[in-house]
């Protein structure tokens, strides 16, 4: 065989070995970005769809977010597929999310790879793709565009940025989370490619797609460690190195960009072929290291950036930012919430900067090892910026030691507020790969402090998302929410070392150092008397005075002519009568001047530094000024004082005579409250015309405590309002009890109502908090599910708070939400059950002119002007109604109306009435008797004490409590009980709790106990609940004789078809006990009676 066809058939055979090598190990990765799509079918009938994109390539899926109620969705989503065979084709399907069903396809595009391999730059652009539907039998054709991004990745891509794909594929399918937060980055690992489908492909399209690689793709840096470890093992290094490819043929090009050898294998002899001699030798071996040279000195978007470049990074990052607000807390809880004596930009630089040894303390704390810490980078867009840490959590009693990888990204940095969400991922515990644990940094400038300090919050919280299902998922959210507690108390201690922590006293000490800069100036009583009576006016008024009475005393009577008569002295001539209408107009100012002056005396002081009384909340206005306080349309000035009125407390400031700007410079500190204030009102006075001539007034709920510090105030009224009349307050608003002072008001609460009632997880409370945008310092007291009565009824929660009644509601999407002060309220109204509402309904009725804000979930207004809003189908209305009746008593009745409801209190009930009880149920007699024992001797069982226990439980009431009597009205007492039904009494248990009252007749020597009784875990327990009076009164013909008479009744709540056999069933098995439980406390009385008896006699006849 000639040299020529030696070396031809020598060329053969490398090529075919390459060709062997590039079927075996070819990565590539396919990006397809999902922008929009438009001309949807609508599913809903409300004309709408819930649509979202499925991608699907081979075995791998991912899923873009849905877009509610959308016919031309955006979603501007990219998604990475690696690419195991180029003979797939992707697929792209448009759905519309069914909640309770399977989802709907609305169409799907099918996109072959070689379609893609096909083009210069293996690319297909940004295109618009008919959507087609599943069947060609479809009637329905049109179905819609797409628009997509498909390109495919070579190996230079997938190495720089394997680090920072954003929706990477998976071969399940992609679970989506709930979080308003960008998804995480996940790791990609390299596949391969198997070109024994490329024989498949047209030949022509194949080997044009192949010749038409880039050069830069020719020359690519050496394999690293994880695409060898991902890659399938191929021949051995002697196999190949024995038979050396020839770099000039096309096969040895493929060969290269498809197949790399390890940096550390054999180098291989390069041998030019005839085609190539007429080129030098140590050209064609050095131009490769030339290029990789030059691939490497260019820098690309996603590379490794110098440590002391992280406030470069958040600038150019804040520069690209459109002004997005700070994300949510995270459902799962907020692990750290404090304040801290540091800037914004310090406390970010101590957590979260590369040369920060916050985190190595931290980990040194919990016992981590091999912590290491990434340098931040800039992502592919330079949206954020991005660092990975790696440690090896400690182990515990229940898990050995793990490895934690955390991935830690900048949501937001700019304004002083940072943001950064970290995702932490330990597949090595078990089911580790099944969730991640994710946490939010949120940074935000902090209370402002008396010494100017600056100061930063932070806020830390976390949640669990779950990729894939799992049966242990409890038993994972107890064991991570109880350590992520440990964790970040350690977390909180390390940060308490480097930082002081900007105490709450801090903040409000800012309150002493302003009020000692005020200095009122107290007018005294003889300034007054110059500031009235020393006028010109006023004392040439004195003077003429003085000289008339001089004259009237000098002068002689004189003889009486014309019209006079004894007794009557006109003037005689034009002069005396200009002299007396001189002196009458005189008269007229010294009167009014002295009335005003007189006035001004009464009313010279005011409440200006009357300290405040007692502990709970302490209100301080320091009044420092008013401006542009003049009437409209007329130049007089006004004598003005201010009046404010807190939970009906007033306090009235001095006067200022005569000024549009008047300065005060006063303090004024209210009693201790034991609630919360609502509502402050201000008004402005005249004191010479005894009327308000400006008001407005302060929200506590709308305001925050720290705006109130420094607030100017406008002014509604008689006011020239073209001179922008308003005041200027500072406001403090301190709880001195602490945590004691809400203790207490459930405590007392609880009395009203007849049952504890338990303060609600601070998790709880701050939702509520935030879903009406409350203050800090509001507590939710409880919630029930009902009904708010419109047009069309509305199902969503009533919230009761101390302050306020919010109604929340969210149906399909649509929200309605609102709340009004309890101070607002003017009338309660219950409303009968009717056939269609098997339930008592309840309508409350606000103040004229009162909680407008609220007006949209408002039934509609009655004839004087009031909103009316509905409320029904509570399922346990009697709990909600003693709730609301409870906290209104409290909270919103005028100590007028409060006087009148207590005086109906105290009314002396009549004999038969009900003071409790609801006067509509029909009332059974279901026990009566005649005992042997007298009405003091039977109260005993009433009293709480060892005989009551006693009988309670072996009637079958176990864990038997009773408070004791409290005096609530004139002769009336009140307490509550509460017991556990024995299996004997009901084969389901359950419990009991009843409010009792009891009072002595007004005709009869005996008492009159009622009882209101609510059952728990007991069946249909929430449609009704028991009322029992017992009547018991001595009988005057037999001594030591009582008479007993119970009634019972039973409160329907809600209707129901077994109602008439419960009570028939009620009232059955109560009569029962009651004949079996006094006829014991007869038997025990009498017993007892008869030792007394015995001991007192014993003595007598010994």
């Not at 050069?215 to 460690?225: N, V």
């Not at 799992?470 to 977390?491: C, D, L, R, S, V």
């Not at 009968?832 to 409350?844: C, E, N, Q, R, V």
Request: net charge neutral; charged share 25%; aromatic share 8%.
């Amino acid at each position: 065989m000639t040299k020529p066809a030696a070396r031809s058939a020598s060329t053969v055979s490398e090529a075919a070995a390459a060709a062997e090598s590039a079927r075996r190990v070819t990565p590539m990765k396919l990006l397809v970005r999902v922008v929009e799509a438009r001309g949807l079918p609508a599913v809903h009938f409300n004309g709408s769809s819930d649509p979202f994109v499925k991608l699907k390539l081979g075995k791998r899926r991912a899923k873009t977010a849905v877009v509610k109620r959308s016919l031309a969705p955006a979603w501007d989503e990219e998604f990475s597929f690696l690419v195991g065979d180029v003979a797939e084709e992707l697929v792209v399907s448009v759905l519309n999310e069914d909640k309770y069903f399977s989802n709907d396809l609305l169409g799907l595009v099918r996109v072959p790879l070689s379609q893609v391999m096909e083009t210069d730059d293996l690319s297909l652009g940004t295109q618009w793709y008919q959507l087609k539907p599943k069947s060609k039998k479809s009637k329905k054709k049109c179905r819609g565009e797409v628009c997509l991004h498909v390109s495919l990745s070579t190996r230079t891509h997938v190495s720089d940025e394997s680090q920072s794909v954003p929706h990477p594929a998976s071969d399940d399918l992609a679970s989506s989370s709930d979080s308003p937060i960008e998804r995480k980055t996940l790791s990609t690992t390299c596949s391969c490619i198997d070109l024994s489908a490329v024989s498949s492909i047209e030949p022509r399209a194949s080997h044009s797609s192949f010749e038409r690689f880039p050069d830069s793709i020719l020359d690519l840096p050496a394999r690293s460690s994880v695409e060898e470890a991902a890659s399938e093992p191929g021949p051995p290094a002697a196999d190949t190195d024995a038979t050396p490819p020839n770099p000039s043929s096309v096969v040895e090009v493929l060969s290269r960009y498809f197949f790399r050898k390890p940096e550390n294998a054999a180098p291989t002899v390069q041998h030019p072929t005839a085609s190539d001699t007429d080129q030098p030798v140590d050209h064609q071996l050095q131009e490769p290291n030339a290029s990789s040279s030059e691939d490497r000195e260019i820098p690309e978007k996603g590379t490794v950036v110098p440590e002391s470049s992280l406030d470069e990074l958040l600038k150019v990052m804040e520069s690209k930012d459109q002004g997005s607000e700070m994300p949510a807390n995270l459902p799962g809880g907020v692990l750290v919430d404090e304040s801290y004596v540091a800037a914004p930009t310090e406390l970010n630089s101590l957590l979260f900067s590369p040369n920060s040894d916050f985190w190595p303390a931290v980990a040194e704390l919990q016992g981590t090892s091999g912590f290491q810490i990434e340098p931040w980078k800039l992502d592919s867009n330079e949206s954020c910026v991005q660092r990975t840490l790696t440690y090896t959590k400690a182990a515990s009693k229940l898990v050995k030691a793990v490895k934690a990888t955390e991935e830690q990204k900048y949501l937001k940095a700019a304004a002083n507020s940072y943001a950064v969400f970290s995702v932490v991922s330990t597949p090595d515990v078990p089911c580790g790969n099944c969730f991640k644990v994710e946490i939010l940094y949120c940074i935000t400038p902090g209370p402002h402090l008396s010494s100017e300090e600056q100061t930063s919050h932070l806020t830390v919280s976390w949640r669990i998302n779950f990729v894939q299902s799992t049966m242990i998922k409890g038993m994972i959210e107890n064991g991570a929410k109880q350590g992520m507690a440990e964790g970040y108390a350690q977390f909180s201690e390390v940060l308490n070392q480097k930082l002081k922590v900007a105490e709450l006293d801090d903040a409000n000490s800012n309150k002493e150092k302003i009020l000692a800069s005020l200095h009122a100036q107290k007018e005294t009583g003889w300034r007054l008397i110059v500031r009235f009576l020393g006028n010109f006016t006023f004392i040439f008024s004195v003077a003429i005075a003085l000289y008339v009475i001089a004259h009237l005393h000098l002068s002689k009577p004189d003889v009486t002519h014309g019209l006079e008569y004894f007794g009557l002295d006109l003037p005689d001539s034009i002069g005396e009568v200009v002299v007396c209408a001189v002196l009458i107009l005189q008269g007229q100012s010294i009167v009014k001047v002295t009335r005003r002056f007189l006035s001004a005396w009464k009313q010279r002081g005011s409440d200006h530094g009357v300290k405040a009384h007692g502990d709970g909340w302490l209100l301080t206005v320091a009044l420092i000024e008013g401006t542009g306080i003049t009437a409209t349309g007329s130049s007089d000035l006004f004598d003005v004082y201010v009046v404010f009125t807190c939970n009906a407390k007033r306090k009235t400031s001095s006067i200022k005579f005569q000024t549009s700007d008047p300065k005060w410079n006063e303090i004024f500190e209210f009693d201790a409250m034991d609630d919360p204030p609502s509502r402050m009102d201000v008004a402005i006075h005249d004191s010479s015309g005894q009327c308000v001539i400006g008001h407005t007034e302060v929200n506590f709920l709308k305001n925050n405590l720290s705006e109130l510090t420094d607030i100017w105030l406008p002014l509604n009224g008689k006011c020239d309002q073209a001179s922008n009349p308003k005041l200027h307050l500072r406001i403090f608003l301190n709880n001195s009890r602490g945590t004691e002072v809400v203790m207490n008001y459930l405590a007392k609460m609880g009395k009203e109502v007849g049952k504890k009632i338990n303060l609600r997880s601070t998790q709880t409370n701050v939702a509520f908090r935030k879903l009406f945008a409350l203050p800090p310092e509001e507590f939710l007291i409880d919630d029930f599910t009902c009904h708010l009565k419109r047009k069309m009824p509305v199902q969503g929660r009533l919230f009761f708070s101390p302050r306020i009644v919010g109604f929340y509601s969210n149906i399909f999407g649509h929200k309605t939400k609102f709340f009004f002060l309890w101070e607002d309220v003017d009338d309660m109204q219950v409303i009968p059950a009717t056939l269609s509402i098997g339930s008592p309904s309840l309508m409350i009725i606000l103040r004229k002119d009162r909680g407008l804000e609220a007006k949209h979930g408002a039934k509609g207004t009655d004839h004087h002007g009031r909103l009316k809003f509905n409320f029904q189908s509570f399922v346990s209305f009697n709990d909600a109604y003693r709730i609301i009746t409870a906290i209104w008593k409290i909270r919103a009745l005028s100590p007028e109306q409060q006087g009148e409801a207590i005086e109906k209190d105290e009314v002396m009930p009549e004999e038969g009435g009900s003071l409790f009880t609801n006067v509509d149920v029909k009332m059974s007699e279901i026990f009566s008797s005649v005992l042997s024992v007298d009405v003091e001797s039977l109260m005993e069982m009433f009293s709480g004490g060892p005989l009551e226990h006693k009988m309670m439980q072996k009637a079958g009431c176990i864990d038997y409590t009773a408070t004791q009597w409290e005096l609530v009205g004139c002769n009336i007492q009140q307490r509550q009980t509460s017991y556990k039904f024995d299996k004997n009494l009901s084969r389901y248990g359950g419990e009991a709790t009843t409010t009792e009252q009891k009072y002595s007749l007004v005709n009869q020597d005996g008492w009159a106990i009622e009882k209101v009784m609510t059952l728990q875990g007991v069946l249909l327990a929430d449609y009704f609940n028991l009322q029992m009076k017992y009547y018991i009164t001595n009988i005057p013909s037999k001594p030591n004789t009582c008479s007993m008479l119970v009634l019972l009744g039973i409160a329907w709540l809600k209707s129901t078809k077994q109602q008439k056999k419960i009570t028939k069933t009620i009232i059955s098995n109560t009569s029962n006990r009651l004949k079996v439980l006094f006829a014991e406390v007869e038997k025990e009385l009498t017993s007892k009676n008869g030792s007394l008896l015995n001991a007192a006699i014993g003595p007598t006849t010994g």
